[in-house]
């Protein structure tokens, strides 16, 4: 699915700035479904799926930061936080929640346009939502539920970021992981270096040579991709 076809959710207390958001991301190709507060986005989304959510963060009742950490229990549909906070500490917060990017209000809807066409250019084309409770490799075992490692009869000591790391790796065979995205997986708001370093230690612990990958490989330019066998 191209760029500008996605099925966007606007949550704003708002109305005007509601109405100009649906207004601007219809003009500019995207579907659009607004909601006034949580309650009545949460009720829209059990009947329709939405690719991403621009959702502001100060709402009566229940706030949008609170929807998000609640969506972030089992849901990994891409935020963008709008708020009129414009602090670190409060963008560091956003991002702690589990938002992917995080806009200050006034903003130029350019901008805001920018921001999602960036968040979709990060979400993999075809992520499989796949139920597994555990994944062989070689000679290795991965239980998705523990996250714990073995080779064998022996553990692999992993890094909680490193079972997370793998976890997406083995219930994704064949998808290319940019490091942009992986980043706001693992490490929301650091630098993509730290995902090359976390891919790295992960490597030494299911690689017999981590400098030729035969699981977890480089696409040049790209990211990362992880096969199997």
């Not at 992960?202 to 699981?215: D, G, T, V």
């Amino acid at each position: 699915m191209s760029l500008g076809s996605e099925h966007i959710l606007v949550v704003d207390d708002d109305d005007r700035l509601r109405d100009l958001l649906k207004i601007y991301l219809n003009d500019n190709s995207f579907r659009v479904t607004t909601a006034d507060n949580v309650e009545v986005a949460r009720a829209k989304m059990k009947n329709i799926e939405f690719d991403l959510i621009v959702l502001d963060r100060m709402m009566p009742r229940e706030s949008g930061s609170d929807f998000a950490i609640s969506l972030r229990r089992n849901n990994n549909i891409p935020i963008l936080m709008l708020t009129a906070m414009a602090e670190t500490v409060d963008r560091i917060h956003g991002l702690e929640v589990g938002v992917d990017d995080y806009l200050i209000k006034p903003f130029e809807p350019r901008e805001l346009l920018l921001r999602i066409n960036s968040i979709l250019r990060r979400v993999p084309d075809a992520v499989p939502d796949i139920i597994v409770t555990q994944a062989r490799f070689g000679e290795y075992l991965f239980d998705l539920r523990r996250e714990e490692l073995s080779h064998g009869e022996n553990k692999v000591n992993l890094t909680s970021t490193e079972a997370k790391l793998l976890a997406i790796f083995v219930k994704n065979p064949g998808t290319i992981f940019s490091r942009e995205y992986l980043m706001d997986l693992v490490a929301p708001g650091g630098a993509e270096r730290t995902v090359d370093v976390q891919v790295n230690r992960l490597r030494q612990k299911i690689e017999a040579n981590a400098k030729l990958s035969r699981y977890l490989q480089t696409v040049r330019g790209k990211g990362y991709i992880f096969w199997p066998d």
